[in-house]
């Protein structure tokens, strides 16, 4: 069993940049392929980026220049630096662990953070 716990979310406005933060339990945690992914009311989930356990990572053409998914593997923290946000980016925002074959479903997730850009 592995326990995501996320922060860093917040209110801001346009343009703005946020750090999102994942803290993982598992000591296997960097043999996880891990990732995030946001639920807006009323949406479909959305996979934004995942990084493998070699350390290479895709990214949403949506966030794509906008996005970095980074991990410390001794601190067994995954990040998420998101730059130029935009209203649309508005939504809980979900670190997740275990990957899928289906962009933005994991086998572990965590509570979320939520994130609210204003324009």
């Known amino acids: 069993q592995v326990q995501l716990v996320e922060s860093g979310g917040g209110s801001l406005q346009a343009g703005g940049s946020l750090r999102l933060s994942c803290a993982a339990s598992a000591y296997t945690f960097s043999t996880y392929c891990m990732g995030w992914f946001r639920q807006a009311p009323g949406k479909e989930r959305e996979g934004d980026a995942v990084?493998?356990?070699?350390?290479?990572?895709r990214y949403a053409d949506s966030v794509k220049g906008r996005f970095t998914i980074s991990k410390d593997n001794a601190k067994n923290t995954l990040y998420l630096q998101m730059n130029s946000l935009k209203p649309e980016d508005t939504a809980m925002y979900y670190c997740g662990a275990g990957c899928t074959v289906v962009a933005g479903y994991f086998r572990y997730w965590g509570h979320g953070t939520q994130v609210t850009v204003s324009s």
């Open positions: 990084i493998d356990s070699n350390g290479s990572t």
